[in-house]
């Protein structure tokens, strides 16, 4: 911590009150589990959102993308938004997803574009695998 921080403990019930009082944080809430609910930083790589992204990901490169140095670019054909549509996915899982992605250096996104760095990892996740 930069600055002097107040940690305070709440009971279930207190807890339940604070998410009635306050809905909005009830998907900050959930997101945060997905991510964290196994203990270490890899789970979020095995959710349904992290899976149907890395698919359409090395789908849309492998049929539209074309070859750069780095990897397979491919423009994205809508925004994130519609993308989460098509998906059954939450918008900000989809941003969430392409971050950690972009984080691991297996994607790298441009204003339209999408540059696959490592097929192989997206691969892995697409299938339900851990990547390395």
């Known amino acids: 911590m930069l600055s002097e ?7 279930g019930l207190e807890f339940h009150r604070f998410l009635k009082r306050r809905p909005m944080y009830i ?24 899976r149907k992204v890395a698919a359409f990901l090395l789908q849309s ?13 491919l423009e994205l054909p809508m925004t994130l ?7 059954f996915v939450r918008a900000e899982r989809v941003e969430n997803v392409f971050d950690r ?6 994607i790298y996104r441009g204003q339209r574009t999408v540059t696959v760095l ?3 990892a997206l691969q892995a996740i697409s299938q339900g695998s851990e990547a390395n």
């Not at 921080?5 to 009971?11: A, E, I, N, P, Y």
């Not at 490169?61 to 670019?73: F, N, P, W």
């Not at 992605?101 to 297996?106: A, P, T």
Request: aromatic content about 8%; proline content about 2%.
């Open 5 to 11: 921080t107040r940690v305070r403990f709440l009971s």
């Open 27 to 50: 998907g900050h809430l959930v997101t945060y589990i997905e991510d964290h609910a196994h203990g270490d930083a890899t789970p979020f790589l095995l959710t349904a959102a992290s």
């Open 61 to 73: 490169a492998q049929t539209d993308g074309h070859e750069t140095g780095e990897g397979l670019c």
């Open 81 to 87: 938004g519609e993308l989460s549509t098509v998906l």
């Open 101 to 106: 992605f972009e984080d691991r250096h297996w």
């Open 118 to 120: 490592d097929e192989a």
